[in-house]
Nanobody, 127 residues
Framework: QVQLVESGGGSVQAGGSLRLSCEAS????????RGWFRQAPGKEREGVAG????????AYHDSVKGRFTVSRDNAENTLYLQMSSLKPEDTAVYYC????????????????????WGQGAQVTVSS
């Protein structure tokens, strides 16, 4: 059974940093695509960052470019999201996602790309 477990959420003041981790178990995502999404109250879930595991190709939402960095540790089957220069509008529940295989043309920031999801981690940024 595949499980994704996020950790590292919390509260921080604007301008601060947090790092989210997403540990996968039950499957080794060596040929996968993995991503981070977020959902604020009353809003739809949106793609924040994604990565193609085999090539390291990444994609970011325009609002986080230059501030967030997605990375992976293949040996640990873990995905990370380093978030810096956080803003109050970054406040949301952050979810990690994974799909076993992805291809050229796979849209990394589309929720429909993924079939496994974590339970979510709250990130709160105060002004």
């Amino acid at each position: 059974q595949v499980q994704l477990v996020e950790s590292g959420g919390g509260s921080v003041q604007a301008g601060g940093s947090l790092r989210l981790s997403c540990e996968a178990s039950g499957y080794t995502f060596t040929t996968a695509c993995r991503g981070w999404f977020r959902q604020a109250p009353g809003k739809e879930r949106e793609g924040v960052a994604g990565i193609r595991i085999t090539t390291g190709k990444t994609a970011y939402h325009d609002s986080v470019k230059g501030r967030f960095t997605v990375s992976r540790d293949n040996a640990e089957n873990t995905l990370y999201l380093q978030m810096s220069s956080l803003k109050p509008e970054d406040t949301a529940v952050y979810y990690c996602a994974a799909v076993e295989r992805c291809f050229i043309g796979t849209i990394l920031l589309n929720t429909n790309t993924y079939n496994y999801w974590g339970q979510g981690a709250q990130v709160t940024v105060s002004s």
